[in-house]
C-alpha cells in the first residue's frame, strides 16, 4: 500500500537516521520500506537532463557501465542537494543519499531500457531460453557496492512477448521487464539476490547503511 512521502525536514524533526533516495523508482522506495528505512525523494529538477548519464560509453562493460552511471547519479543528487540546500537549509537539510542503477547484460551486451514496442520486444527474444545476468550498482555516502544475479528463462513463444509488450510493463525497466511481474512465471532459476533483480540489493544497502546508523 502506498503512503505519503515525508519530508526532510518532517524527517529530520523526528530524529534518527534517515536518508534522500535520488530515484523515481517505486521498487526502490518498497525495498526501502521493506528494510524499515526512512527516507524522503530527492529527484532532478526540470532542467536536469537525468537521462543522459545513461547514456553507454563506446567499449564500456556492462559492469563498468553500471558502476559508473551510479557514481554519476550520486554525484548529481549531491549536487542538487547543496543547491537546494543553500536556497532553504529547513526545507532541504543535508542527509546521506542513495542512489542505485539496474542494468541487464547478455554476455557483454547492455540491455537497458527499451526506447518503444519494437525494442522491448527485440530484448525478451533475445532474453527468451537463455541466461543472463543483473547487475545493480547501490551508492551510499559515496560509498559503492555490486550486486550481480544470474536470471534463466523458459523459452518464449511469440504470442507471450506481443502480450507482455502490450501490457506496458517492459517500459522504463532495463531489460524491458520486471521480474517481480509477469516475467516472474517464466524465471526458471535465479542464482542472486532477488531484491538486486527488482533494482536495489537488500544485503548491499544494508551493508552500506549500517555504519550511518542504521541497525537490521
Known amino acids: 500500500m502506498s503512503h505519503p512521502i515525508p519530508t526532510a525536514a518532517e524527517l529530520a524533526l523526528e530524529g534518527g537516521p534517515w536518508l534522500y533516495l535520488a530515484s ?4 526502490r522506495r518498497q525495498l526501502l520500506d521493506q528494510l524499515g528505512v526512512r527516507h524522503t525523494l530527492l529527484l532532478p529538477d526540470a532542467d536536469e537532463d537525468a537521462e543522459a548519464l545513461e547514456a553507454e560509453l563506446a567499449g564500456e562493460s556492462p559492469e563498468d557501465y553500471v558502476q559508473r552511471v551510479t557514481r554519476a547519479k550520486w554525484q548529481a543528487a549531491m549536487a542538487r542537494l547543496q543547491a537546494r540546500f543553500c536556497r532553504d537549509p529547513e526545507g532541504w537539510p543535508l542527509g546521506p543519499i542513495l542512489c ?9 551486451t547492455i540491455l537497458g531500457k527499451p526506447a518503444d514496442a519494437a525494442d522491448a520486444a527485440r530484448m525478451l527474444r533475445r532474453l527468451s531460453g537463455g541466461s543472463h545476468r543483473v547487475l545493480t550498482a547501490v551508492c551510499v555516502h559515496g560509498q559503492l557496492l555490486l550486486n550481480t544475479s544470474h536470471v534463466t528463462w523458459r523459452e518464449l513463444d511469440e504470442e507471450e512477448v506481443q502480450r507482455y509488450v502490450a501490457s506496458g510493463e517492459p517500459f522504463g525497466k532495463a531489460g524491458a521487464y520486471a521480474i517481480q511481474g509477469r516475467s516472474g512465471a517464466w524465471t526458471r532459476h535465479i542464482d542472486g539476490s532477488h531484491s538486486g533483480i527488482m533494482g536495489l540489493p537488500l544485503f548491499e544497502t544494508a551493508e552500506l547503511l549500517k555504519p550511518l546508523g542504521w541497525s537490521f
Open 24 to 27: 523515481q523508482s517505486p521498487r
Open 100 to 108: 542505485a542503477d539496474t542494468t541487464v547484460a547478455l554476455g557483454d
